[in-house]
Nanobody
């Protein structure tokens, strides 16, 4: 059974920083990618960033230059460093992991962590 758990959310003032963490656990043999998405109230889920097994990264236009994704696959962990936060970054942030576990390949989601940015 694979579990994906996010942490690190909270309340921060505009212009501040937060670092989110996401840990995948279970009988994992390969992690192909880990990604962050977010969903603000009344809006669709939005892609934020992805990091692959070869350390390739990609970012959504709204966070480029402010957010940085990194990973420690030895710990099955991905991080999202968020700097210069804005009101519009307020959302529930979800981690998504594409991995192989117990002989099957799949995409797994965490329950999310809330980020609130106040001006």
């Amino acid at each position: 059974q694979v579990q994906v758990v996010e942490s690190g959310g909270g309340l921060v003032q505009a212009g501040g920083s937060l670092r989110l963490s996401c840990v995948a656990s279970g009988s994992i043999s390969v992690i192909n990618f880990m990604a962050w998405y977010r969903q603000a109230p009344g809006k669709q889920r939005e892609w934020v960033a992805t990091i692959t097994s070869d350390d390739s990264t990609g970012y959504g236009d709204s966070v480029k230059g402010r957010f940085a994704i990194s990973r420690d696959y030895a710990k099955n962990t991905v991080y999202l460093q968020m700097n210069n936060l804005k009101d519009e970054d307020t959302a529930v942030y979800y981690c998504n992991a594409g991995l192989r576990a117990s002989g099957s390949t799949g995409s797994y989601w965490g329950q999310g962590t809330q980020v609130n940015v106040s001006s």
